[in-house]
């Protein structure tokens, strides 16, 4: 007699017998997040398709929303920030350094 040969079928144990089968790898990535002068508490930056990606998905995208912390000099007015001294009136009429 000669050499038999016998097949088999069965689910794939990585897949699960859906056909899809892959691995992810973490990876870090720096982001520099320019904030324009006079952006608002709660101003959102969005990082289009920088979150995580994975094979028939599109990438998500990274929101950072700006917090403002107290100053205990600087107070803010809107875009503008303002800060409160007394001067003399030589300083008001010539002008001074502030320091």
């Known amino acids: 007699m000669g050499p038999m040969v016998q097949q088999m079928q069965s ?26 002068m ?17 094979p028939d998905a599109e990438p998500g995208d990274v ?13 803010r007015k809107g875009c503008d920030l303002f800060v409160e001294r007394k001067i003399s009136l030589v300083e008001a009429l010539c002008g001074f350094e502030l320091e």
């Open 63 to 75: 929101h950072f929303v700006i917090q403002e912390q107290s100053h205990s000099d600087f107070k």
């Open 11 to 36: 689910a794939c144990d990585r897949c699960g017998g859906q056909g899809k089968s892959f691995r992810t790898k973490k990876q870090r990535e720096v982001l520099e997040v320019h904030v324009q």
């Open 38 to 54: 006079g952006a608002s508490d709660g101003h959102k930056i969005t990082c289009r398709e920088k979150a995580d990606e994975h």
